[in-house]
């Protein structure tokens, strides 16, 4: 049930659902070890078809603080979180996924501190959790426990920065950027979501403070998951990564931004490029002729400068297909993986 009417809700936790029915039980077990009487948990089923809604329905009664909401057909993460966002009322808003989990009383830390230092939004480290294995991934910055600018915080070009840590649920965001339009997604984003939301935020919020709680657990290797499968699905990259290239080259320090939005992009196509052998083989022709593509709408002294600064072995890849005529099929590129961060 909702708070009442007249209590006012201090935090809306948005939680995206899509056939997670073997590990939903425990997602919902760490929000009850969250629950405050002035949280709610919007729970968006994205219309799954095994048994994830009934165990939303029984979570739905049981649940401190819980609304659930029903998509009538399958919009995907990015469609998935909007809908919980526009059902929120809380005056601080957060994310979770549907098969992660929070370490008891989290939240309630986490506001504390956000609070405290009256920032727009914070970002947290968090646990990656694959199989037994647990593994602690910081957000890329150094300052900690300090309200800083965000926009500072995207360069230097050449590095890791906070905007390549765009996981939305490692964090917390004051109601304000959702009345300017900030925290919503591009509706529709298979994959990426998160990357011109973080630019977004980085480029239009006022501050932003980077904190060491651990209290979020990813599930990675979840065998639905985007990550795992290399499918159409996977190339909406290519969307999410124009948008952030398209908004950045409109910025008023487009000049300084756009090598650190260009050289992301690129090493995100080299990434894929590098294990294209998990992708069906009608996807990783179709990967090779849109990465192709974008490398031909980039601002091309850009570009030059970004491949100018890569590792040989993302430069070699990168150029071997910025020469493939448009239209060309190519030789299937080398195996190998390579770091998707800058």
Known sequence: MRPSVAGVVKLSVVVPFFNVQTYAPDTLRSLRANAREDFEFILVDDCSTDGTPEILRRAERELPGAVLVRHERNGGLATARNTGL????????????????????????????????????????????????????????????????????????????????????????????????????????????????????????????????????????????????????????????DQVVGETAADRDADRLLPKAVRTYCAIISHHLGSIERFEPAVARKLRTMSAAALRRMPQDVLKDALDSMDTERSVRLRRLQRRPAGARTAPAAQGSSEAAA
């Open 86 to 241: 526009d059902a929120a009322r809380g005056e601080y808003l957060t994310f979770l996924d549907g098969d992660d989990w929070l370490a008891p009383g989290h939240y309630a830390r986490l506001l504390a501190a956000m609070e405290e230092l009256g920032c727009d939004f914070v970002r947290t480290d968090h646990v990656q959790c694959t199989g037994r294995t647990r593994t602690v991934h910081r957000v890329p910055h150094g300052r900690r426990g300090v309200a800083m600018s965000p926009r500072e915080a995207i360069l230097p070009a050449t590095r890791s920065t906070s905007v390549d840590y765009a996981y939305a649920w490692a964090g917390m965001y004051h109601r304000r950027l959702a009345d300017r339009g900030l925290l919503h997604f591009t509706d529709g984003l298979r994959t990426a979501e998160d990357r011109p939301w973080i630019w977004r935020l980085h480029r239009e919020a006022g501050s932003f403070a980077v904190l060491g709680m651990l209290g979020v657990f990813y599930r990675r290797g979840v065998a639905s998951s985007l990550t795992q499968i290399g499918d159409v699905r996977q190339l909406d990259f290519v969307r999410a990564f």
